[in-house]
């Protein structure tokens, strides 16, 4: 059973500080006037150790800023960012999706260089961060852009979860 929320708590996301993180983002995208959709396909079990969900922040949360970054300053008149979440046998997989103007393909390698921004000085730390995040978790991160314009940042991570522990 999906779960879309674009508010609230949401029960499929067992760990408290990555779904506290995730409200913060929803408040940040509303003042922004961009809708923010969190999709849950299942259950996100909390993770074994705490540097997961660090890691996580840093991904997810660049991911969004980015593309909030790009709606706001677009003359789009639908922005919306869709982040969809799946836990499937230790694999963590986090697709988020915005209705952006589109990412040229030959930028698709230069944007993860540390220091590369379209931006501005000073700027381009975010997705080299979400690389380094991403390879800290034995993943991989690719990118899609299509004709419509938008852009789809697919992470694929290893993500072990908690064991619970009866006593």
């Known amino acids: 059973q999906t779960t879309r929320y674009t508010g609230g708590f949401d029960s499929k996301i067992k760990d408290a500080a990555?779904?506290?993180?995730?409200?913060?983002?929803?408040?940040l995208a509303r003042e922004e006037h961009v809708k923010l959709s969190i999709v849950s396909h299942t259950t996100i079990p909390e993770p074994?150790?705490?540097?997961?969900?660090?890691?996580?922040i840093t991904i997810i949360?660049?991911?969004?800023?980015?593309?909030?970054?790009?709606?706001?300053?677009?003359?789009?008149k639908q922005k919306t960012i869709d982040v969809?979440?799946?836990?499937?046998?230790?694999t963590l997989t986090i697709d988020i999706v915005d209705s952006g103007l589109g990412l040229k393909?030959?930028?698709?390698?230069?944007?993860?260089?540390?220091?590369y921004s379209s931006k501005g000085?000073?700027?381009?730390?975010?997705?080299?961060?979400?690389?380094q995040s991403v390879e800290k978790l034995n993943g991989d991160i690719n990118i899609a852009s299509n004709v419509e314009g938008n852009v789809t940042f697919s992470v694929?991570?290893?993500?072990s979860e908690k064991e619970d522990h009866k006593w």
């Open 18 to 27: 990555l779904a506290g993180f995730l409200i913060g983002k929803l408040s």
């Open 61 to 76: 949360g660049n991911l969004i800023d980015n593309s909030i970054d790009s709606l706001v300053v677009s003359a789009i």
């Open 84 to 90: 969809h979440l799946k836990y499937t046998n230790g």
């Open 105 to 115: 393909s030959e930028l698709a390698h230069q944007i993860f260089e540390k220091g």
């Open 48 to 56: 074994e150790h705490s540097h997961i969900t660090h890691e996580m």
């Open 156 to 159: 694929v991570i290893s993500y």
């Open 121 to 131: 000085e000073h700027r381009g730390y975010g997705l080299y961060l979400v690389q």
